[in-house]
């Protein structure tokens, strides 16, 4: 076999897998079966997980930390819009974006024209050679397989991997007065007719076993914001079913929502409606309560 490559998508495979609450050796065995050669897949491992990986070893002396109980945690910062002045405007670094909805409980708002058309074109252009059907790992028995629930294809960018990205993040940290440091890269997904997202969270369950190794690098995802990156002709709304809110999918347009903890009463399930007619594209910002390198 030829010299194997560690490029930046298999790096970003990893990472998702890691984020989907898989194990280190699961994603090895996946690694493994796929043909890649052992010391590449390690050496790939290492480089991207170094800290997961550190995590495992602690692991096998000691249990998990508790999760202490929903009711007992303290209120936490989290990202979130400075509305105070302004109800409809928000100065968000070099973009004035317009302010379409709010929601307190679950925190939720929609913004009107975080991206201009050419930036959603940009991204679109930048992502579309890199797209590829969402896979995770199954920790049964550490294959890989289509996950149903997202019928999407996607891919990760680094963050700042180009001055596009960059930009983007940066008006983002200001949108939503987070730290730059505390985002992870940029998600594209594409939706084609049909696609959909089943309604899920985006935190880490706890119940889960990777979620304390994902938790080292950056803590938990306290909130989400979701970009438009086009309009579909028809479906494709992001619904938050406990809520009973629809938003529309139109180009530019990004809806925001926070959440204090890892738990449902958050009313933080959300998912991408079946898209009808058209394409959706859509790139997600996941925000972290520490720094994620
Ligand atoms: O496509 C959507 O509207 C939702 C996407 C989403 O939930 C996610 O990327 O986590
Ligand atoms: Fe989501």
Not at 64 to 93: F, R
Not at 272 to 292: C, D, S
Request: hydrophobic content about 40%; charged content about 25%; aromatic content about 6%.
């Amino acid at each position: 076999m030829s010299a194997q490559q560690i490029t930046p998508q298999l790096r970003q495979w990893i990472i998702e897998q890691a984020t989907a609450g898989h194990t280190p050796d699961a994603v090895l065995q996946a690694m493994l079966d796929s043909g890649w050669q052992e010391e590449v897949a390690v050496q790939a491992m290492e480089q991207t997980l170094e800290a997961h990986l550190r995590e495992r070893a602690r692991a096998q002396q000691q249990q998990p930390a508790e999760q202490p109980a929903a009711e007992a945690q303290v209120a936490k910062a989290l990202p979130e819009p400075d509305l105070e002045t302004s109800p409809s405007v928000v100065q968000a670094g070099d973009r004035e974006v317009r302010v379409l909805l709010t929601m307190r409980d679950p925190r939720v708002v929609v913004f009107g024209g975080l991206l201009s058309d050419d930036e959603c074109d940009e991204l679109m252009s930048l992502a579309g050679g890199r797209l590829a059907r969402s896979e995770t790992v199954k920790t049964d028995t550490g294959t890989s397989e289509i996950n149903a629930a997202r019928t999407s294809e996607g891919m990760f960018f680094q963050r700042g991997e180009n001055p596009l990205c960059a930009r983007i993040e940066e008006r983002i940290a200001a949108l939503l007065r987070w730290p730059l440091d505390h985002g992870e890269g940029l998600q594209v997904l594409r939706y084609r007719p049909g696609a959909e997202y089943k309604p899920h969270y985006d935190y880490f369950d706890p119940a889960q076993p990777g979620t304390a190794t994902v938790l080292r690098r950056g803590g938990q995802r306290v909130g989400t914001l979701v970009v438009y990156l086009n309009t579909p002709v028809k479906g494709g709304a992001t619904t938050f079913p406990d809520v009973k809110l629809d938003v529309a999918p139109i180009k530019g347009n990004a809806v925001f929502f926070s959440y204090d903890r890892a738990h449902p009463a958050t009313r933080t399930l959300h998912g991408g409606a079946p898209v009808i007619e058209g394409e959706k594209w859509v790139a997600t910002k996941w925000l972290r309560e520490g720094r994620f390198e």
